[in-house]
Structures are given as structure tokens and as C-alpha cells.
Nanobody
């Protein structure tokens, strides 16, 4: 069982920045990869960024060059640095952990609102 707690969301003006954090209850080296998803009102949840245990990253085209995912294994925490935010980045952001046993765990989500 992996418990995930997100934090760092809030209200920001377009062009601003936020850093989301996801604290895991287990050591990150026991987790295969982690990801950030987001869900805007009335839309399906979409993948934003992933980071493997080895540190390889992938991003949705809509956030490339603006968002950076990183991990601190010593703190069991994954981050999402979001710069140059746009109103279309608004949504609830969720952290996901995928274990080597092919099980997926989700956090409760944190709200990000970008005003124009």
C-alpha cells in the first residue's frame, strides 16, 4: 500500500508559477514510476508528466518547456514545477505511483486555478 499526499496548489495569475509536491508513504526506490495527472471541469483526467525510478521524464505536449517533474528519493517526494501558467492549466492535479507489482495508487488531488 502506498499513500500519496499532494500539496502546493492554489490560485495564480496567468504567467505565474506554482510548485506541487507529492509525498509518498514508501521509499521511492520501491516504486517503479510516478506521474502527475490533471482533470479540468467537465473533462477527462489527462497525463501531465511522468518520471521513472531512473529519472527519465516524459511530458504532455501542452506542458513541454513549461513544467518540470522531479523526484527527491531522500524525502520520498515528487515535485511538479509549473511555470508560465495558462488558464487552460486549471484543474485538479493528482499524483500517481506505479509499483513494481503493477499496482497504481492515487493521491487526493490538489486544486490549481489560473486566472486570466
Amino acid at each position: 500500500q502506498v499513500q500519496l499526499v499532494e500539496s502546493g496548489g492554489g490560485l495564480v495569475q496567468a504567467g505565474g508559477s506554482l510548485r506541487l509536491s507529492c509525498a509518498a508513504s514508501k521509499r521511492l526506490f520501491s516504486i517503479n514510476d510516478m506521474a502527475w495527472y490533471r482533470q479540468a471541469p467537465g473533462k477527462q483526467r489527462e497525463l501531465v508528466a511522468t518520471i521513472s525510478n531512473g529519472g527519465s521524464t516524459n511530458y504532455a505536449d501542452s506542458v513541454k518547456g513549461r513544467f518540470t517533474i522531479s523526484r527527491d528519493n531522500a524525502k520520498n517526494t515528487v515535485y511538479l514545477q509549473m511555470n508560465s501558467l495558462k488558464p487552460e492549466d486549471t484543474g485538479v492535479y493528482y499524483c500517481q505511483a506505479n509499483t513494481y507489482a503493477a499496482r497504481a495508487y492515487w493521491g487526493q488531488g490538489t486544486q490549481v486555478t489560473v486566472s486570466s
